[in-house]
């Protein structure tokens, strides 16, 4: 059985950072393309980040780019989300995926939200 | 960047039902279409991949249809299980944008 465990949310200051993580059991993350993607409370989904199976690449919404970094360590099944200079817009349940290149499965989710 | 329009944002029909979603593309995505199932305070499901291709274990009420810029998704037969929010979504390329969701709910 696939599970997905996610960590790192939580309450930051506007112009704070957090790191989020995200691991899997039964489930090989290595050579898979991985996403981030969040959902504000009461709106809709929206994707944030996606790194390749190989970690070369990686792909950034216009929203977030320039500050947050996505990053893998297929050693540990993880992957990562830095957040750094986050605005109130950054508050959401942050969700971690596998992206082949459909959504599934999904992490249970994180919350962040960014409030002084 | 290509935009994805749901109609209508939100719906109530009663049980047995046939509810349709529409999903439009601003440019043509040919079949990389992808529909997903929310729950409230659930994780977003995958119902249907490649536009109309059923995931495994979900309903055949369920289906899809449509290629290029328009795509619907149909509930032959609305049950109360179903009451959520669909998300439709592109998978052609980045970025990976979801439509803005409808919501169905049982009247």
């Known amino acids: 059985e696939v599970q997905m465990l996610q960590s790192g949310g939580g309450l930051v200051q506007p112009g704070g950072s957090l790191r989020l993580s995200c691991t899997a059991s039964g489930l090989i993350f290595k050579n898979s393309v991985l996403s981030w993607v969040r959902q504000a409370p009461g709106k809709g989904l929206e994707w944030v980040s996606a790194i390749s199976g190989s970690g070369g690449d990686t792909f950034y919404a216009d929203s977030v780019k320039g500050r947050f970094t996505i990053s893998r360590d297929d050693s540990k099944n993880s992957l990562y989300l830095q957040m750094n200079g986050l605005t109130d817009e950054d508050t959401a349940l942050y969700y971690c995926?596998?992206?082949?290149?459909?959504?599934?499965?999904w992490g249970p989710g994180t919350l962040v939200t960014v409030s002084s | 960047d290509i935009q994805m329009t749901q109609s209508p944002s939100s719906l109530s029909a009663s049980v047995g039902d046939r509810v349709t979603i529409t999903c439009r593309a601003s440019?043509?995505?040919?079949?990389?279409l992808a529909w997903y199932q929310q729950k409230p305070g659930a994780v977003p499901k995958l119902l249907i991949y490649?536009?109309?291709t059923l995931q495994s274990r979900v309903p055949s009420r369920f289906s899809g249809s449509g290629s290029g810029t328009d795509f619907t998704l149909t509930i032959s037969s609305l049950q109360p299980e179903d009451v959520a929010t669909y998300y439709c979504q592109k998978y052609n390329s980045a970025p990976w944008t979801f439509g803005q969701g409808t919501k169905v709910e049982i009247k």
């Open positions: 995926a596998k992206h082949s290149p459909i959504f599934d499965p």
């Open positions: 490649a536009a109309s």
């Open positions: 440019q043509a995505i040919s079949y990389y």
